[in-house]
């Protein structure tokens, strides 16, 4: 039944409609946020919390 009415649903429409967001945590990855951010390059929004970092990680996402 549910298998059913997964057939007969308008996939293209509904992957139109979704929308991708990233979440994370993060202190003291300014080595690394660069290379994370372009990791998802598709993604509608990608929100951080900066847990009190002191190597520039805030500034760095800030410019991106």
């Known amino acids: 039944m549910v298998e059913a009415r997964l057939n007969q649903l308008d996939w293209p429409k509904i992957q139109s409609k979704l929308i991708l967001t990233v979440y994370a945590i993060c202190k003291n990855e300014v080595e690394n946020v660069s290379k994370w951010l372009n ?7 990608v929100c951080v919390l900066d847990t009190g970092s002191t190597d520039g990680t805030w500034e760095l996402l800030q410019e991106k």
């Open 39 to 45: 990791s998802f390059g598709e993604a509608d929004h």
